[in-house]
């Protein structure tokens, strides 16, 4: 037996350490330096956006995007019921309600045929995710926003370089904001980033993330700033691994496709990732649903691979479900899914052979019923 598979490892075999000497030898390690600026300017040309800032983390990038929106106390903002909890929280923060929509069974994100009876006059915005990869229907969503004027803003956290059609992920809305938590497509240890084409919510967002300082006169301050900065260190990292995004995310694509092949017998036990043709996934975590039929279940799988030494990871348990957001209401698809879902190991480190192993111990399990 190997030693266990993680679910996610980041690959840090490129400059990274080379920049990070370079900050500490020069003392640059907060969040003053070169290396954001680079790490910022080289992002605007992965999204096709005149704007990136960087921020703290995703979680900020989230919540000072709302906060550039003038999103507040009284307004509702449309969010997929299966997320990561800071997607809801990022709403919260703002004092906003997030309204969950439940999942399409297809490709598993926001359903925009169940949008528009969510929308009432406090709505302002509907903040999509690209679970695990795979890019939200964006001509269906702005058809909807256009109709009722709201902003359409993109939690890209999952998805650095897929795309929509010929556009990039992080493009697609008014605002966008990406994560660089450790098991994320790119990594800083923690951090963050947003983009858009706006240059006033640009301009807005980096005084808010600053202690908003007046540009003018320094410590004065006209409101209550935060500080949401990015250190030269993480950018640092950043910058080295965004130079090699272009491989992550073929190996990414290339470990989907691989295990799509081994596992397309099992047809009758297991739903394979989707990708929509006018999708192009980042295939962030390889994913499974089980069908709901014979005589196993989700967990019994996950513990059997775990003795096998393979670590896995179950779905995202849904908003409606979470003790502070509870609430009825139909989320029959994202329940399900949530129920039946898995990520599979999905770095960009494993091996053909590391995948040839899972996929065999996957049809043993099955088999074996
Ligand atoms: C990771 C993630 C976030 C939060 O990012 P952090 O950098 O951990 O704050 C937000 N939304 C989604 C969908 C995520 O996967």
């Keep these: 037996m190997p030693n266990k598979i993680p679910v996610a490892k980041p690959d840090l075999s490129g400059n990274e350490l080379k920049y990070l000497i370079n900050c500490i030898k020069d003392g640059w390690v907060s969040s003053i330096g070169t290396y954001i600026s680079k790490f910022e300017n080289l992002f605007t040309k992965l999204t096709n956006c005149k704007y990136a800032i960087s921020t703290s983390n995703g979680t900020s990038a989230l919540h000072l995007s709302l906060l550039g929106l003038n999103i507040k106390k009284g307004d509702e903002i449309i969010v997929p019921d299966l997320t990561f909890v800071a997607t809801a929280n990022a709403v919260s923060y703002t004092g906003a309600k997030p309204v969950f ?23 302002k915005a509907i903040l999509v995710v690209h679970l695990y990869g795979h890019p939200a229907n964006t001509d269906q969503i702005e058809k909807i926003a ?28 008014t605002i966008s904001c990406f994560s660089f938590y450790g098991n994320k497509i790119i990594t800083t240890g923690e951090g963050g980033m947003i983009t858009t084409n706006n240059k006033s919510l640009a301009t807005r967002i980096s005084f808010l993330k600053d202690h908003a300082m007046s540009a003018k006169k320094r410590y004065y301050h006209s409101i209550i700033g935060y500080n949401y900065r990015m250190t030269n260190l993480q950018a640092a990292v950043g910058l080295a691994q965004l130079e090699k995004i272009d491989s992550f995310t073929s190996k990414k694509r290339y470990n989907a496709a691989l295990y ?42 996950m513990s059997y691979l775990r003795k096998k030494g393979i670590d896995t990871r ?53 088999e074996k019923k």
């Design 260 to 301: 799509n092949s081994l596992l397309k017998d099992l047809n009758d036990y297991v739903t394979l990732p989707p990708e929509m043709p006018w999708a192009q996934s980042s295939y962030w975590m390889y994913s499974i649903v089980l069908k709901p039929t014979g005589n196993y279940t989700r967990n019994k799988l």
């Design 146 to 173: 256009k109709k009722y004027k709201l902003f359409v803003i993109e939690d890209a956290a999952e998805a650095h370089g897929a795309f929509y059609k010929n556009r990039p992920v992080g493009s697609l809305g």
């Design 101 to 123: 929509v439940d999942s399409t069974p297809e490709y598993w994100n926001i359903d925009p045929g169940k949008i528009e009876e969510n929308i009432t006059k406090n709505t």
């Design 314 to 366: 179950p779905f995202f348990i849904p908003m409606h479900l979470l003790p502070m957001y509870r609430q009825k209401g139909d989320f029959k698809i994202s329940t399900l899914l949530s129920k039946n879902g898995i990520n599979l190991p999905s770095s960009t480190l494993l091996s053909e052979k590391d995948i040839y192993y899972i996929s065999k111990m996957i049809k043993m399990f099955f």
